[in-house]
């Protein structure tokens, strides 16, 4: 990098601050404490944390739960 500013060249960076590392999965310990909430499925799941936020009023009954995409594609998770 020091060498870049005594030669004039541009010195360019980038941090990947969403970027994967080891481990990427989670240790068992860690995932088995939420076995019981997800074991009613993710729809319902999600019902319950949208109906939370507007009992809570961090949303108005304006507010209308997106509609769940039936596929992800592979594209969207990388």
């Not at 870049?4 to 088995?32: C, D, Q, W």
């Not at 404490?33 to 809570?56: C, T, V």
Request: some cysteine; hydrophobic content about 35%.
């Amino acid at each position: 990098m020091d060498a870049s500013v005594t030669e004039g060249k541009p010195f360019f960076t980038y941090v990947a601050i969403n970027a994967p590392h080891s481990p990427l999965l989670a240790p068992r310990k860690n995932v088995e404490k939420y076995y019981d909430r997800y074991r009613a499925g993710w729809e319902s799941l999600r019902k319950q944390r949208f109906n939370r936020m507007k009992a809570m009023g961090l949303i108005d009954d304006r507010s209308v739960m997106s509609r769940r995409r039936r596929r992800i594609r592979h594209s969207l998770l990388c």
